[in-house]
T-cell receptor, first 119, second 111 residues
Framework: NAGVMQNPRHLVRRRGQEARLRCSPMKGHSHVYWYRQLPEEGLKFMVYLQKENIIDESGMPKERFSAEFPKEGPSILRIQQVVRGDSAAYFC?????????????????FGNGTRLTVT | DQQVKQNSPSLSVQEGRISILNCDYTNSMFDYFLWYKKYPAEGPTFLISISSIKDKNEDGRFTVFLNKSAKHLSLHIVPSQPGDSAVYFCAARGNTDKLIFGTGTRLQVFP
């Protein structure tokens, strides 16, 4: 998992607060993916971004969740007005793909995740 | 709608024996398949992959088999070692860039 940096590793928020999760991709990677893992479940796709552009947000809840990947700085996953059901591990992954297309025989590289606990 | 399924939540194998983890998928557009290994409190680590033009890929103790007609893939670990104890996820990619993951199989290798 070396290379994809996520912080914080652990985040505790009270119901109604905002949570901000940060992800810095591996050097040279221009694409970032966010996944969520609820307790005892698999990883669920949330959103896929490249710099300054959201490519696919089909897995994002319609309300309270947003993501960005600015030209400078890390990708941010923001959860507003958190509820207990948001408690989960949030993983970021990056990919070296530089454009859309079918040449994609490369794996995603994951960070160690942010564990969000909503009290 | 679970497009990638791992029907065995857990598997226990003796050290030195073969571990076989199974995965089924439903989407015929999937053409790239991966296995990830995950330890507690860490992110998934890429293990091995296979594209749909092949039916087998081998890397050391790990071999992945793909049966496209059955929409089934499997991961063989031989010989199994205690350090292999982890949760294993299969994942698939089709005509979009995202990976779709299964729910995972917890492998325990005992001495």
């Amino acid at each position: 998992n070396a290379g994809v940096m996520q912080n914080p590793r652990h985040l505790v928020r009270r119901r109604g607060q905002e949570a901000r999760l940060r992800c810095s991709p591996m050097k040279g990677h221009s694409h970032v993916y966010w996944y969520r893992q609820l307790p005892e479940e698999g990883l669920k796709f949330m959103v896929y971004l490249q710099k300054e552009n959201i490519i696919d947000e089909s897995g994002m809840p319609k309300e309270r969740f947003s993501a960005e990947f600015p030209k400078e700085g890390p990708s941010i996953l923001r959860i507003q007005q958190v509820v207990r059901g948001d408690s989960a591990a949030y993983f970021c992954a990056s990919s070296p793909r530089t454009g859309q297309g079918v040449s994609y025989n490369s794996p995603l590289h994951f960070g160690n995740g942010t564990r969000l606990t909503v009290t | 709608d679970q497009q990638v399924k791992q029907n065995s939540p857990s598997l226990s194998v003796q050290e030195g024996r073969i571990s076989i983890l199974n995965c089924d998928y439903t989407n015929s557009m999937f053409d790239y398949f991966l296995w990830y290994k995950k330890y507690p409190a860490e992110g998934p680590t890429f293990l091995i992959s296979i594209s749909s033009i092949k039916d087998k890929n081998e890397d050391g103790r790990f071999t992945v088999f793909l049966n496209k007609s059955a929409k089934h893939l499997s991961l063989h670990i031989v010989p199994s070692q205690p350090g292999d104890s982890a949760v294993y996820f299969c994942a698939a990619r089709g005509n979009t860039d995202k990976l779709i993951f299964g729910t995972g199989t917890r492998l325990q290798v005992f001495p």
